[in-house]
């Protein structure tokens, strides 16, 4: 029942009120540092489950006709592939929406259509011939002045504060990207509210609020994270999703592949990130199941003419096809290797402005803190041109060639022949390093955005700074020298050119993916004769990365937050450790086989917080019998209890426990436990000494333990 302060109001204005407390007192409690006991999925328990659903359809099966039994196996089989099709065409509307508000809203900030308010200044002037000077559109006082500076700050600013507010008392898992947590879901860790209805609302809303107000954040991260809510709640609908974890993360793999294509509209770099990144448990069928998923994606999106009206799938499609020369090659790589430094020094940034906020007042006051980052954001970017629009605009101009039109950057990215094209490539590397720092300060505030498309920025900019310099030294030069390949060319050198291979470096460096990273930027830009320049860039960019001593983004938020993540991409570490170091040693909370009362199991449930119990003979023997789940043991308690059994009826075990689990020896060394875990999908591990239980390793024991020992990073 309400409280009774509560108790005149309205049934919705109860539950949101009541769902924003909690939400609140969550966000406290991790804003103390409260650890969080989280639940991990036993892959091997799921993969027997999966085996028994399979003999159950033959057995219901067995006894029906021909056709009956076809269709239903068939109907049992094709179910995921319709639920992937729900979850694909879903994501594809959702995301469309966050597209077109994310628009609408950065462009309010600038000024508003004449023929209507809720119109992008894009839709608003698809009819006009010239877009800088577009009729239908009118600038806030003229686009100039105090007046429009105060329009830029006050409305990125308001709408800036109303994700951070919406964030905070609704849903503290919709901030950030949530790529970091969608790797610990996806690797059998349990997170509750992450994938949950109000997340998907919030982060929804928050992402089109906080892209618009013109925060250094993207909201392609966010839309995987939008795409997986989209799968989880579609997996409830379902039973045979509903019950099972593996099932579930099958999907999710495939949502996080949709959301990657849908982003981007790159089908296959959505599937391969999904491959190379997000997914720890990436079987051959969940690949083509994500590539199916994706596509129905982009097609959903497509329909929706978000991409381009040719029909095309590259986002920032690029006009000029030249070809790259040789003497280039040197600089490719030179930009590929300050893309790795310029990741790692993101990381570092994003670490210590996260680790900042943690240990200070800063994580009491989030909305607070938006508003100051949003007003030191809106001045900054007011006065770089280059800055002050959408960060994909931005993007979509850094790629293009001098001979179309730019808009209002036009004169810093292609100078006109008198002017000195220092101060452009002075003006590029200013602004790309701004966009480091503001990216950097703001990737782990307390509002929904991601850093996939900043990360590009600062690597469009650079890249087109470098370009600008070479294009420079070859008019100077001529076509004598290294620039001999340039005769009876009539464009040598194209800065766009070098713009792709530098947004490409950065974002290598700070995601560490390489086969990804390289087919969305073909597919982005459909330039497939600049993969060789760009496969260099990336390469260099991640050898860099790993020798400056940091992991990908993603892998140091996962051990900053302390998840019980094992990616099993990863090698066993080298360590003279063994089983017997890290184990939890007795006396252990078990369940004896002498004393399986009714009362006895109450008794420990309710005194006990652990999600698993090993099966004893007796406490003094401690010979193992088995090992059982808490679920499942509170579900034999449920069954006696509904038959009327009396507090010292006997629960029978054996029927439901795990008679087989993995045990090892303390002396096991500490590289077979990591490999126990990784390939098997293990949540816990029995260590036994002749027969009888001496203690427990859990995930989370051996990822702690590997954490305080971890080796040194070197070069592979």
């Known amino acids: 029942?309400?409280?009774?302060?509560?108790?005149?109001?309205?049934?919705?204005?109860?539950?949101?009120?009541?769902?924003?407390?909690?939400?609140?007192?969550?966000?406290?409690?991790?804003?103390?540092?409260?650890?969080?006991?989280?639940?991990?999925?036993?892959?091997?328990?799921?993969?027997?489950?999966?085996?028994?659903?399979?003999?159950?359809?033959?057995?219901?099966?067995?006894?029906?006709?021909?056709?009956?039994?076809?269709?239903?196996?068939?109907?049992?089989?094709?179910?995921?592939?319709?639920?992937?099709?729900?979850?694909?065409v879903s994501s594809g509307v959702v995301c469309s929406l966050v597209d077109i508000g994310a628009d609408w809203a950065t462009d309010l900030k600038l000024g508003r259509c004449g023929r209507g308010w809720w119109m992008s200044k894009a839709a608003c002037c698809v009819d006009s011939t010239d877009f800088a000077g577009c009729p239908e559109w009118t600038a806030w006082a003229g686009g100039e002045g105090l007046v429009a500076l105060a329009a830029y700050a006050v409305l990125g600013t308001g709408m800036a504060s109303l994700a951070a507010w919406l964030t905070r008392e609704l849903a503290i898992d919709a901030a950030g990207s949530g790529i970091a947590e969608i790797k610990v879901v996806l690797g059998g860790c349990v997170l509750p509210r992450f994938l949950g209805f109000w997340t998907l609302v919030v982060k929804t809303m928050g992402v089109i609020l906080s892209v618009g107000s013109g925060l250094s954040i993207g909201k392609e991260g966010p839309m995987i994270h939008i795409s997986a809510c989209i799968g989880s709640l579609w997996c409830r609908l379902f039973p045979r999703f509903r019950r099972s974890q593996a099932l579930q993360r099958e999907l999710l793999s495939s949502a996080a592949a949709a959301g990657m294509g849908v982003a981007f509209g790159a089908p296959i770099g959505g599937v391969l990130f999904s491959l190379e990144e997000a997914s720890t448990y990436f079987p051959p069928r969940t690949m083509w199941k994500a590539f199916f998923c994706a596509t129905a994606g982009v097609a959903t999106v497509q329909y929706f003419h978000r991409l381009p009206v040719s029909g095309k799938l590259a986002l920032f499609e690029v006009h000029f096809h030249s070809q790259w020369k040789w003497f280039e090659m040197p600089t490719f790589a030179v930009i590929g290797a300050l893309g790795g430094i310029l990741g790692s020094l993101v990381i570092r940034l994003i670490l210590f402005f996260s680790s900042l906020r943690k240990t200070s007042s800063l994580n009491h006051h989030p909305v607070s803190e938006i508003i100051t980052i949003c007003l030191i954001t809106s001045a900054i970017h007011w006065h770089i041109p280059l800055l002050r629009g959408g960060t994909n605009g931005l993007i979509a101009a850094l790629f293009s060639d001098c001979s179309l039109d730019q808009g209002p950057e036009r004169r810093v990215l292609c100078p006109a022949p008198g002017d000195d094209s220092n101060d452009a490539v002075a003006a590029m590397c200013w602004a790309s390093l701004i966009k480091l720092a503001l990216t950097s300060l703001t990737a782990t505030a307390r509002v929904p955005g991601g850093t996939l498309v900043p990360s590009l920025a600062v690597g469009a900019l650079l890249g087109r700074a470098a370009g600008l310099w070479m294009e420079t030294v070859h008019k100077s030069q001529g076509d004598t020298g290294v620039f001999g390949a340039c005769a009876n060319v009539s464009k040598c050198v194209t800065p766009g050119v070098y713009a792709m291979v530098g947004a490409a470096a950065v974002l290598g460096g700070v995601t560490r993916m390489t086969v990804s990273v390289v087919v969305i930027m073909l597919e982005l830009t459909g330039g497939l004769e600049y993969v060789l320049p760009v496969m260099v860039a990336v390469m260099l960019s991640k050898l860099v990365g790993d020798g400056c001593g940091t992991e990908s983004l993603y892998d140091e938020m996962v051990m900053m937050h302390g998840y019980p993540h094992l990616d099993t991409k990863n090698e066993a570490p080298t360590s003279d450790l063994v089983a017997g170091d890290i184990l939890t040693e007795t006396p252990l909370d078990c369940v004896a086989l002498n004393d399986t009362t009714r009362s006895s199991i109450e008794a420990l449930l309710l005194c006990s917080q652990f999600r698993g119990f090993p099966v004893v003979t007796t406490v003094q023997e401690m010979q193992v019998s088995g090992y059982v789940s808490r679920t499942t043991l509170s579900s034999a308690l449920l069954r006696v209890q509904k038959q009327g059994g009396h507090r010292e009826t006997l629960v029978d075990l054996m029927g439901v426990a795990d008679t087989a689990p993995i045990q090892i020896s303390p002396t096991t060394p500490v590289d077979r436990v990591w490999e126990l875990f990784s390939l098997l999908g293990l949540r816990v591990v029995l260590v036994c000494k002749q027969g009888k239980l001496v203690g427990i390793i859990k995930k989370k024991d051996l990822l702690s333990r590997i954490k305080q020992a971890r080796p040194s990073k070197h070069w592979h």
């Open 1 to 88: 029942e309400p409280p009774p302060h509560l108790s005149d109001t309205n049934p919705s204005t109860f539950f949101f009120t009541n769902h924003s407390q909690r939400a609140r007192a969550r966000n406290l409690q991790e804003a103390e540092g409260e650890e969080r006991d989280l639940e991990t999925v036993d892959w091997c328990y799921e993969r027997t489950g999966r085996r028994a659903h399979a003999g159950r359809v033959r057995a219901k099966t067995s006894k029906w006709p021909v056709v009956l039994r076809v269709l239903y196996e068939g109907w049992d089989r094709g179910l995921g592939w319709l639920v992937l099709c729900f979850v694909g």
